[in-house]
């Protein structure tokens, strides 16, 4: 089984800023298969990301994933308000398996 | 609107059993692969199960032998068939949709049932 580590567990940072985030896959996951999600407290996730950096329908610019092989980074240029949440990364290498990462939270500084 | 509605979750005892059912609208359900994930708690997301357009079914360990996935297309409907629940599968249990453009991955979420197993 894959596992997926994302680092680092939490993010303080303030509007504006530049916020990076990691997932590393204990072996190598094809680009196709890796997709990064926003979870807001009480909500559902939503997916930000596929293959590894395809933006989903109506998630602005400033989200932008990128890697390969194990290593892959979630990217957001200029943190809103709104971005602050819990983002996972997720695989679909191993199939038919999905796993998600154990989560990066982002909170205000 | 594309939407998923889950109902169905609850307390049960360890041991016992539930289904759960997602309800889908606005978009041709028969086609897609359709998926359960879940979140215990405070804790991360979880895949559970995964049926494709043909009704094939798809488990992690945890789960297999223990729930049944199964889709009813005349209906738009996804549902879990969960027995001999234990305490750790406490959880919010999400339906969830697989793009046609990366299978891979869950585009569209329902907004969640709460399971709670306890005695």
């Known amino acids: 089984e894959i596992v997926l580590t994302q680092s680092p567990g939490t993010l303080s940072l303030s509007p504006g800023e530049r916020a990076t985030l990691f997932c590393r896959a204990s072996q190598s996951v094809t680009s196709t298969y890796l997709a990064w999600y926003q979870q807001k407290p009480g909500q559902a996730p939503r997916l930000l990301i596929y293959g590894a950096s395809s933006r989903a329908t109506g998630i602005p610019d400033r989200f932008r994933g990128s890697g390969s092989g194990t290593d892959f980074t979630l990217t957001i240029s200029r943190l809103e308000p709104e971005d602050f949440a819990v983002y996972y990364c997720q695989q679909y290498e191993t199939s038919p398996t999905w796993t998600f990462g154990q989560g990066t939270k982002v909170e205000i500084k | 609107e594309v939407q998923l509605v889950e109902s169905g979750g609850g307390l049960v005892q360890p041991g016992g059993s539930l289904r759960l059912s997602c309800a889908a609208s606005?978009?041709?359900?028969?086609?897609?692969?359709m998926h359960w994930v879940r979140q215990g708690t405070g804790k991360g997301l979880e895949w559970v199960s995964a049926i494709g357009t043909a009704g094939d079914p798809y488990y992690p360990v945890s789960v297999k032998g223990r729930f049944t996935v199964s889709r009813e297309n005349a209906k738009n409907s996804l549902y879990l068939q969960m027995n001999s629940l234990r305490a750790g599968d406490t959880a919010v249990y999400y339906c969830?949709?697989?793009?046609?453009?990366?299978?891979?991955?869950?585009?569209?979420w329902g907004q969640g049932t709460m399971v709670t197993v306890s005695s």
């Open positions: 969830a949709r697989a793009p046609r453009y990366d299978p891979g991955a869950f585009d569209i």
């Open positions: 606005g978009f041709m359900f028969s086609t897609y692969n």
